[in-house]
């Protein structure tokens, strides 16, 4: 059997979470033999030698037309390659896997609270309706427990068809060995060696939950050493430096905008809390927990599913201040810190970025072969018609 895939995403780039998982993605599977064809249309890094670029005109008018007409051009051009396996990421259809990320719209819709226009809200439907009921589609790999959920309760896709498949961690940069050079970090951070360290990462500090984390800082008691780091970028940071004074939490919040060494940040934490609106995965609770570092966050945060109250961190019920500074005081208190940070480890073990790739090649292989006896899946029913 032909080791040969196509990639198919609007973007060949290093900027952006999507395109940082392919970025590692393709030179692990030219490692492997992998011959790869990438549909896309733009290129903004250097192509790597064994894989073949696709370049598709889009209409660059509006978001609407340039995502409709990538979508669109992207099935042109890959039913006219005929290539073995195709495999799709973000707004595109006609696939043989499709590794959802992001969840589906009604629900982030319901969660995030973040208005559309209506025109592309419609439109984006329209490619996820298209995407679930293609016939070509032979499987679904979705980056958490709560994404399956949500894609078989709209679309009614047989449960076999969505497999859970966790993002990777790169174990050889992040591990529990980091919290070894603790101290080291924290200086290198210029934060004190005796305090507590609670760490955010993530852009556009809003969806986050930047806000809610610092009203709980504000809330903890003055006389315990509390540093709050924030890693990542927002347009309207002033906005949140100001918050953080009103707040009267300035002294005990850092914001170090990006942080290309998150090994670190994850070295030099005490605790991981990311409050956010809504998250399919946060491959940043993985990364936190794979380093042994306990964490807080909610029920509407994919990797969530992986923390237990009381062993491994918190899934709180809600980012009300006292709620969120309760559970922190709850790790800061806890009389098996140790123990909760080995079990954090535990939790995030199996997901280390050579297990995933391996679990990606074996469900490659059984989709080619599935094709090969058995050709397409038949048609069915979706509740959004």
């Known amino acids: 059997m032909q080791k040969i895939i196509g990639l198919v995403h609007t973007r060949f780039s290093p900027i952006g979470g999507v395109e940082n998982y392919i970025g590692k993605l393709v030179p692990a599977l030219l490692e492997r033999n992998w011959q790869i064809h990438y549909f896309t249309a733009r290129v903004d890094q250097p192509v790597p030698p064994g894989m073949r670029i696709h370049k598709i005109p889009v209409i660059r ?12 051009g992207a099935r042109r051009a890959v039913r006219a390659a005929q290539l073995p396996l195709v495999m799709g990421f973000g ?19 319901k969660y995030a609270g973040q208005p559309l226009n209506p025109f592309y809200r419609k439109s984006y439907l329209h490619l996820e309706r298209k995407r679930f009921q293609d016939q070509r589609l032979q499987k679904v790999l979705a980056v958490s427990h709560m994404v399956r ?15 859970v498949v966790y993002s990777g961690v790169n174990a050889q940069n992040l591990h529990p060995g980091l919290k070894r050079r603790k101290r080291d970090f924290r200086k290198l951070l210029n934060i004190p060696e005796q305090a507590r360290v609670i760490l955010l990462i993530g852009n556009g500090f809003e969806r986050k939950g930047v806000p809610y984390l610092i009203k709980a800082v504000s809330q903890l008691p003055i006389r315990l050493p509390f540093v709050a780091v924030v890693a990542g970028q927002d347009k309207r940071i002033d906005h949140y430096r100001q918050l953080t004074a009103e707040s009267g939490c300035a002294a005990r919040i850092r914001f170090v905008g990006y942080q290309a060494n998150t090994a670190a940040l994850y070295g030099a934490a005490d605790l991981f809390v990311l409050p956010s609106r809504f998250d399919p995965i946060a491959n940043v609770v993985l990364e936190a927990l794979y380093t042994g570092t306990p964490v807080i966050t909610g029920p509407q945060v994919g990797a969530g ?11 709180v019920s809600d980012y009300e201040p006292t709620t969120l500074s309760r559970a922190i005081l709850a790790c800061y208190e806890a009389s098996n810190q140790d123990e909760m940070a080995r079990r954090a480890h535990q939790a995030a073990a199996p997901y280390c970025w050579d297990l995933h790739v391996a679990r990606l090649e074996t469900i490659f292989l059984q989709v080619m072969g599935q094709k090969t006896n058995r050709g397409t899946r038949l048609p069915f029913s979706s509740h959004e018609g």
């Open 61 to 72: 008018g509006t978001s609407i037309s340039r995502m409709l007409s990538f979508a669109y």
């Open 91 to 109: 707004r595109t259809i006609d696939q043989d896997i499709y590794r959802d990320g992001s969840g589906c719209l009604r629900d982030y819709q």
């Open 149 to 163: 959920d949500q894609i078989i309760q709209r679309y009614r896709l047989p449960p076999a068809m969505v497999e």
């Open 305 to 315: 599913e992986l923390i237990q109250n009381g062993v491994n961190g918190f899934v």
